[in-house]
C-alpha cells in the first residue's frame, strides 16, 4: 500500500535504532499509580518513567482501565497502572506503579502496533502476529471467548496483522493486505459491520483492501483510506464522527470529500486528525476549549486548528488534546483536571499551548486524564 504523509515527514514514528536515548514521560491522573513513577500523586508536568531506551507507548482510558502498554527500543514489552482484569499482562491481577517486563521476548514490534484500551491490551509482534489480554467480555480479546485473560493470548494464527486500536470494550485492526477488522462490543454499531451485535472474532468490515490506518473513541470507529479519504462510523452523540450530525451509524461514511487526511484518533467525545499538509483538525464536544480552536462550542464537522501546517501527531483525553510538531515541540489544550495538560497549571485553554521547551519529543498518548509521551 502507498500513502502520502504530513509534509516534509517520510513516515509515521521514528527510526527505533535512533531512539537509543529517548526517555518516556508521563503526567495527570495518579490516584493508583498508573504514571508509572512509583507514587501515586498526580503530576502536573511530565515526570520521566524509568530509564531511557523507550520506543512506543499507549495510554488508556480511565474509568478503571487507566494503565500503560509500552515497548522499549530492545524489542521488550512493559505495561504498569490498574490491572483489575489483568490488562497488565504480568499473568496477575496486582496493580503496579512502575514499568514491569511482560514475559522475556524481545519481538514486539512498532509503535503503531501498541494498543492500551479501556481493560484490555495489545501488541503486533514483529512476526505480524496479534496478542491480546485483558477483559474479555463481550469478545473484547477475539480470541473466541468472552473470558479475561491475564496473560497475552494470540489471535489465531496469522501473520499479516500491521495495525491495531482499541476503544471501551471492542477493538479494531488492519492486516498488511489493506482489509479492516473488527470485534467485541457493538451495541452503537461501533465494529462497522451494519448490526449491533457483538463479535468474539475478527470479522472484516466490508471487503475494501484499501484501508491505510485506523483510530476509536469510546464507542466509535474512524479509518483513512490510501486514497486519503476519511471514513467514521458508530456512537455520534456529540457530533464526534463529523458528519455533521448526531445520528448513529452502523457502516463507515465518508466524512466530506477531501483525500488528504493522514491519521485520526478519538477519545470519548472529540475526534482529532492530521491531514498530509500538516494541518489539524477537530470536532465533537468542545466544552472547556476541548477543540482547540479558541471556542467550547460542539462542532459536528471538521474545523481546522489554528493555521499552522506543522503538527505531525495527535492524541485526544478527557475533553483535552496533545499534538507533536515537527520541530519536537510538545502542545495542550482543554480540560486541566489531574494536571492532564502537562503545563503545571490548572488554567483552561481553548487553543494549544507549548507544553515546557524540551524539542525532541517523538510520539504522545492520552485517552482521558492520564498521559505518556516519549522524548
Known amino acids: 500500500m502507498s500513502f502520502r504523509y504530513p509534509s516534509g515527514i517520510n513516515k509515521p514514528g521514528y527510526n527505533p535504532a535512533e531512539a537509543l536515548v529517548y526517555n518516556m514521560f508521563s503526567w495527570g491522573n495518579n490516584n493508583i499509580g498508573?504514571?508509572?513513577?512509583?507514587?501515586?500523586?498526580?503530576?502536573?508536568?511530565?515526570?520521566?518513567?524509568?530509564?531511557?531506551?523507550?520506543?512506543?507507548t499507549s495510554t488508556g482510558f480511565q474509568g478503571g482501565g487507566s494503565f500503560t502498554v509500552a515497548i522499549k527500543t530492545d524489542g521488550t514489552l512493559w505495561t504498569w497502572g490498574n490491572n483489575n482484569y489483568g490488562q497488565l499482562g504480568l499473568g496477575d491481577t496486582t496493580t503496579r506503579n512502575t514499568p514491569e517486563q511482560v514475559g522475556t521476548l524481545t519481538t514486539?514490534?512498532?509503535?503503531?502496533?501498541?494498543?492500551?484500551?479501556?481493560?484490555?491490551?495489545?501488541?503486533?509482534k514483529s512476526d505480524g502476529t496479534l496478542w491480546v489480554w485483558g477483559q474479555g467480555t463481550y469478545g473484547t480479546l477475539g480470541n473466541g471467548s468472552t473470558s479475561s485473560r491475564s496473560s497475552p493470548v494470540q489471535i489465531g494464527a496469522l501473520t499479516t496483522w500491521?495495525?491495531?486500536?482499541?476503544?471501551?470494550?471492542?477493538c479494531l485492526a488492519v492486516k498488511t493486505d489493506g482489509t479492516l477488522w473488527s470485534w467485541g462490543y457493538n451495541g452503537y454499531g461501533n465494529l462497522g459491520l451494519g448490526n449491533t451485535v457483538d463479535r468474539s472474532s475478527p470479522v472484516q468490515v466490508g471487503a475494501l483492501t484499501t484501508w491505510a490506518s485506523v483510530g476509536t473513541g469510546a464507542y466509535s470507529g474512524f479509518a483513512v483510506k490510501t486514497d486519503g479519504t476519511l471514513w467514521s462510523w458508530g456512537q455520534n452523540t456529540f457530533g464526534q464522527l463529523g458528519l455533521g450530525n448526531t445520528t448513529t451509524y452502523y457502516n463507515p461514511v465518508q466524512v466530506g470529500t477531501l483525500t488528504n487526511w493522514y491519521s485520526v484518533i478519538s477519545s470519548q467525545v472529540q475526534t482529532y486528525a492530521i491531514k498530509t499538509d500538516g494541518t489539524m483538525w477537530a470536532w465533537g464536544y468542545g466544552a472547556s476549549g476541548s477543540l482547540g480552536n479558541g471556542s467550547t462550542?460542539?462542532?459536528?464537522s471538521p474545523v481546522q486548528i489554528g493555521a499552522l501546517t506543522t503538527w505531525l501527531t495527535v492524541t485526544g483525553g478527557s475533553y483535552s488534546g496533545r499534538a507533536i510538531k515537527t520541530n519536537g515541540t510538545l502542545w495542550s489544550w482543554g480540560r486541566t483536571s489531574y494536571g492532564i495538560s502537562g503545563l503545571g497549571n490548572s488554567t483552561y485553554y481553548s487553543s494549544p499551548v507549548q507544553v515546557g521547551s524540551q524539542t525532541?519529543?517523538?510520539?504522545?498518548?492520552?485517552?482521558?486524564?492520564?498521559a505518556s509521551g516519549i522524548g
Open 108 to 124: 514486539w514490534a512498532s509503535a503503531k502496533s501498541v494498543m492500551s484500551a479501556y481493560h484490555h491490551g495489545g501488541v503486533i
Open 297 to 300: 462550542a460542539n462542532q459536528s
Open 360 to 370: 525532541t519529543w517523538q510520539s504522545v498518548s492520552s485517552r482521558d486524564d492520564t
Open 34 to 56: 498508573q504514571l508509572g513513577i512509583g507514587s501515586t500523586v498526580n503530576k502536573s508536568s511530565p515526570n520521566q518513567v524509568g530509564t531511557s531506551g523507550w520506543y512506543a
Open 162 to 170: 500491521l495495525m491495531l486500536t482499541g476503544g471501551y470494550t471492542f
